[in-house]
């Protein structure tokens, strides 16, 4: 089976930043992208971001432009989320997912189409 572990979550300041990891692990036999999403308390989970296999195509709510990156690393069963300008209204817990349709230019907004996902990592924003 398919597993996926999310970290560096954790407790920061309005205005600060933090970085999320996600990794993949288990039998994946074909390109993926992977997306990253988000659900406070009270809330529906929301997608935040998502990059395509190789990371050249990229995707962000509109929530969070200008101040998130997401990226794939050099090993492509990873995936990195930089928060910077981090505001209350981020804290959440954050998903990683992978999509179930395969392509090195494939991405997606829809939760619907990531088949894996990861346990999530807590992210508190004080003000």
């Known amino acids: 089976q398919v597993q996926l572990v999310e970290s560096g979550g954790g407790l920061v300041q309005a205005g600060g930043s933090l970085r999320l990891s996600c990794a993949v692990s288990?039998?994946?036999?074909?390109?993926?992208?992977m997306g990253w999403f988000r659900q406070a308390p009270g809330k529906e989970r929301e997608f935040v971001a998502a990059a395509s296999w190789s990371g050249s195509i990229t995707d962000y709510a509109d929530s969070v432009k200008g101040r998130f990156t997401v990226s794939r690393g050099i090993l492509k069963n990873t995936s990195y989320l930089q928060m910077n300008s981090l505001k209350p209204e981020d804290a959440a817990v954050y998903y990683c997912?992978?999509?179930?349709?395969?392509?090195?230019?494939?991405?997606?907004?829809?939760?619907?189409?990531?088949?894996?996902w990861g346990q999530g990592t807590q992210v508190t924003v004080s003000s």
């Open positions: 288990g039998r994946t036999f074909s390109t993926y992208g």
């Open positions: 997912a992978k999509t179930r349709n395969s392509g090195n230019y494939y991405i997606s907004r829809n939760e619907y189409d990531y088949d894996y």
